[in-house]
């Protein structure tokens, strides 16, 4: 954006994370009063930086989260803006397929904070979208995951509390789920039985 004369600030992002990343440039020129321009170009440069740039780290606690959940057979799901081929390249070979269903901005006509993405994720894992529990660090998703019925923690990796507070719970750091009361019910009673509907799934899971 900067180099078509918007410097957006880190909060200007993290309040809009989980928009589809189509409309992410037409947000930032409305916010900023200045003219669109060549909104395209502008998306494909930064997939480029992004590819470019990123290094994939996973913040502390979540491997042992996803390897606890794994082990109690409990379907878990990554929902993300991030468009597919992206996805694929800045991942580790093989972290993708941990997860019983992956949805990405490709997916779905509409990002959040419509449910879509969530009522999506929650189709692939055959469960209902009310035994679904959403792990969220930004508004639009949290109104995304409420909205599809969904329970919903929040955590405070990018934004603070104040920012949070749609959510049903908010931790302070993906290591303190673990000792969140709705992931300890979860782990004690999620054991996924996959039925033929998902409006008769009677599992839980996590996305």
């Known amino acids: 954006m900067l180099e078509y004369g ?44 992004y590819l470019e740039e990123h290094r994939f780290a996973l913040y502390p606690g979540v491997q042992e989260l996803i390897d606890l959940l794994r082990s109690k057979r409990i379907p878990i799901g990554v929902v993300t803006a991030g ?10 070979a093989g972290f993708l397929g941990t997860f019983n269903a992956v949805v990405t901005g490709d997916d779905t006509s509409e990002g959040k904070p419509s449910p879509a993405p969530y009522l999506k994720a929650a189709e692939k894992l055959n469960v209902k979208p009310e035994a679904c529990v959403v792990v969220e660090n930004a508004p639009l998703g949290i109104q995304a995951a409420k909205r599809a019925g969904s329970y919903c923690i929040a955590i405070c990796s990018t934004l603070t509390k104040e920012h949070l507070k749609e959510a049903d719970e908010v931790v302070d750091s993906f290591a303190c789920l673990k000792d969140s009361q709705k992931i300890k019910q979860l782990l004690a009673t999620g054991i996924f039985s996959k039925s033929p509907s998902p409006s008769r799934s009677r599992g839980r899971g996590l996305g």
Do not use: A, C, W
Request: charged letters at 30%.
């Open 6 to 49: 918007v410097s957006i600030k880190p909060n200007d992002y993290y309040l809009l994370e989980g928009l589809r990343v189509f409309e992410l440039p037409k947000r930032f020129f409305e916010m900023y009063q200045t003219k669109p321009v060549d909104e395209p170009q502008i998306l494909r440069n930064k997939e480029q930086y």
């Open 83 to 92: 468009l597919s081929e992206r996805l694929k390249h800045s991942t580790p």
